[in-house]
T-cell receptor
Framework: AQSVTQPDIHITVSEGASLELRCNYS??????LFWYVQSPGQGLQLLLK??????LVQGIKGFEAEFKRSQSSFNLRKPSVHWSDAAEYFC???????????FGDGTTLTVKP | GAVVSQHPSWVICKSGTSVKIECRSL??????MFWYRQFPKQSLMLMAT?????????EQGVEKDKFLINHASLTLSTLTVTSAHPEDSSFYIC?????????FGPGTRLLVL
């Protein structure tokens, strides 16, 4: 069975500082991997996804993520955080056959001025 | 592209009544949609997979007679919460698969009094 672990429940960074959110997954084959962001009371917005190919994936809003098979990780990064990045971030692993995804518990990002 | 809408965005109802939530893919066709439930500060809990033209597949522990799902067209899935009770109060989010990625609606907040 597939699973996703986001080790950090809550992260606080200063505006302008770099950010890395961790995601580890468990899946039997090459996974489909996703990062989503959720603002309070809103749905989830897709930041980026990885299916195959280049292991460094660029997304929207200046985010990127790197797939590391050896570490079963798909960490999300941003070089300079903006106050508007404060939100909940979810990592997900997708089952290509069933089409459904398993989500991590999420990481809450707080941005200090 | 890949926009999903939900209606209503919030609803308040009396205990014992039924509530219907619509999920529409606005600019693509989706043979598969998903319904999630999210409790405050928690991750998404998959309730069911909605397949166009066939019966929905419910996750373990989800009462299919209470949460009726109908996927009548390639752009519309509905979730009906029957005989709603206060414990059904929650944030309900749908997503549509296109083609290997889930795109999420903005969510519907249900409050049962």
């Amino acid at each position: 069975a597939q699973s996703v672990t986001q080790p950090d429940i809550h992260i606080t960074v200063s505006e302008g500082a770099s950010l890395e959110l961790r995601c580890n997954y468990s899946y039997g084959a090459t996974p489909y991997l996703f990062w989503y962001v959720q603002s309070p009371g809103q749905g989830l917005q897709l930041l980026l996804k990885y299916f195959s190919g280049d292991t460094l994936v660029q997304g929207i809003k200046g985010f990127e993520a790197e797939f590391k098979r050896s570490q079963s990780s798909f960490n999300l990064r941003k070089p300079s955080v903006h106050w508007s990045d404060a939100a909940e971030y979810f990592c997900a692993v997708g089952d290509p056959n069933a089409g459904k995804s398993t989500f991590g518990d999420g990481t809450t990002l707080t941005v200090k001025p | 592209g890949a926009v999903v809408s939900q209606h209503p965005s919030w609803v308040i109802c009396k205990s014992g009544t039924s509530v219907k939530i619509e999920c529409r893919s606005l600019d693509f066709q989706a043979t598969t949609m998903f319904w999630y439930r999210q409790f405050p500060k928690q991750s998404l809990m998959l309730m069911a997979t909605s397949n166009e033209g066939s019966k929905a597949t419910y996750e373990q522990g989800v009462e299919k007679d209470k949460f009726l799902i109908n996927h009548a067209s390639l752009t519309l899935s509905t979730l009906t919460v029957t005989s709603a009770h206060p414990e059904d109060s929650s944030f309900y989010i749908c997503s549509a698969r296109h083609p290997e990625t889930q795109y999420f609606g903005p969510g519907t907040r249900l409050l049962v009094l």
